[in-house]
């Protein structure tokens, strides 16, 4: 796949500049209120800084996805420090944590893809969040391209293979040139091949462009690919390892 993200290098300078993309301190969380108040997460620390893929693995149902949404400003946190992109989210107002996902990526397991809509017109929603209506189709047909999906672009998601759902997932979530990308379980549904496509392609986007990633998942044959991976395990962070980065 040639894939070229010349459109997206106006961001590296800010990415780059950043120590650290994700800054956590002493982060708890909690579901519930009063008498049904449970904690899920227990005094987690850590960082991601610029061009990292990081791993989190763990049992199911060990907070992984809490984390996750925490980090993506799709939740607000109960205590601790958490700093995305150099803001603190502790104490944010709901106008600014939307501000905040301006700068994030997302990529689901089940690609969230809406049927009714062509791959085209999936990526130009994101790009309308942002105000950009006039270059919508164009950003969307770059990145697809990039992509090698340009040939897909008028296909809506039943006439799309499982490799390529994902991919136009991708295209959606790196349209607005995300300098944090947040994957739950992006390969869950995908065969060897189209996993391996996806993997490589975050791994170009991280050593090549700077770009932040963490992803969560199970799937053992990925872990190669990440510079750090990191255990959640009953909400508490049970080890971190550094590892030798894919191909090196």
């Keep these: 796949m040639n894939f070229s ?4 290098d106006g961001a590296q300078s800010q990415h780059t500049a950043l120590q650290f993309v994700v800054q956590i301190r002493n982060l708890n969380y909690y579901y519930g209120q009063g008498e049904l108040r449970t904690q899920v997460l227990y005094n987690i620390n850590f960082e991601l800084t610029p061009g990292q893929i990081v791993i989190m693995t763990g049992p199911s149902g060990s907070g992984k996805t809490t984390l996750l949404s925490l980090i993506g400003a799709l939740r607000s946190a ?3 420090s958490l ?5 603190e989210l502790v104490g944010l107002s709901k106008p600014k944590m939307v501000q905040v996902r301006r700068n994030i990526g997302f990529i689901f397991q ?6 009714s809509l062509t791959a085209s017109q999936n990526v130009e929603m994101a790009v309308e969040l942002l105000g950009n209506w006039r270059k919508k189709r164009k950003l969307a047909l770059e990145i697809l391209s990039q992509l090698g999906l340009e040939h897909r672009a008028n296909y809506k998601p039943k006439a799309l293979s499982g490799g390529q759902k994902q991919r136009v997932a991708i295209a959606r979530a ?16 995908l065969d060897k091949k189209s996993s391996h496509e996806v993997i490589m392609l975050m791994r170009k ?4 462009h700077g770009r932040t990633i963490l992803i969560v998942t199970h799937d053992s044959g990925i872990i190669d ?13 049970e080890s971190e390892a550094m590892v030798k980065s894919y191909g090196q």
């Design 225 to 237: 690919v990440a510079d750090r991976i990191i255990n959640l395990v009953d909400g508490r962070l």
């Design 83 to 87: 700093k995305i992109l150099g803001q």
């Design 110 to 115: 089940a690609h969230n893809l809406f049927e």
């Design 78 to 80: 109960d205590e601790g």
């Design 5 to 8: 993200f010349n459109s997206f």
């Design 174 to 189: 790196l349209v607005n040139e995300p300098l944090l990308i947040l994957a739950d379980e992006p390969t869950a549904a």
């Design 205 to 208: 986007l991280a050593k090549e």
